[in-house]
């Protein structure tokens, strides 16, 4: 059980750590760039930087709500 | 309450830092909200990482884990124990009420 927890958090940790340098490398490094450099290919364009972020804000937001209604709903019916 | 203020400071240095950028035009307009989701997107990375290292460190005690099994089992079982005469109890009141009405109950 414990390797599981394990792999868990090591998993968790490997994903936060690629999306931080990833992340990072692509809205503070790339513009340091020539923009002929063929780096620029594996990045988006940098207003997609922007997009994302606040389109997966918004969507877990829009997850919390419904989540909240969801379960305010359920414990009324069932008081009712 | 000193902490608060800390950060609050940092906050304020880091905007005006980037404000200070923004209307010199060394950084265009159009990317105005670039540091603020950068900060929060990386603030989202670190709780993630916090979470991730405290899942891989967590201690799980092996003996106090069979311990507290052990005593699972020891409650399950009195559980058991306690239904079982409360249910024999019944048994005998119920044959006693009926033997009162004259039924005949024929036990075994």
Redesign the interface.
């Known amino acids: 059980m414990e390797s599981a927890d394990r792999a868990v958090g090591f998993l968790l940790s490997l994903i936060s750590l690629s999306i931080f340098s990833y992340y990072t490398f692509w809205v503070i490094a790339l513009p340091l760039f020539y923009t002929d450099h063929f780096v620029h290919k594996y990045f988006l364009p940098r207003e997609y930087a922007i997009i994302i972020p606040v389109f997966a804000g918004v969507a877990l937001i829009c997850f919390l709500c419904m989540f909240i209604g969801y379960v305010t709903l359920k414990s009324k019916k069932k008081k009712a | 309450m000193k902490h608060i203020v800390k950060i609050m400071a940092v906050v304020v240095a880091i905007s005006a830092f980037w404000v200070g950028l923004l209307q010199t035009s060394i950084v265009s307009q159009?990317?105005t909200?670039?540091l603020p989701?950068?900060f929060?997107?990386?603030l989202g990375?670190?709780g993630?990482?916090m979470?991730?290292?405290?899942?891989?460190?967590?201690p799980?005690c092996p003996q106090e884990a069979l311990l507290l099994q052990q005593v699972l089992y020891l409650r399950f079982y009195y559980n058991l124990l306690l239904y079982v005469i409360v249910l024999d109890e019944d048994i005998l009141e119920a044959k006693d009420f009926l033997k009162q009405r004259d039924v005949d109950v024929g036990s075994d």
């Open positions: 159009d990317y909200w670039l989701i950068y929060i997107v990386s990375c670190y993630l990482l979470v991730g290292i405290g899942l891989m460190q967590f799980t």
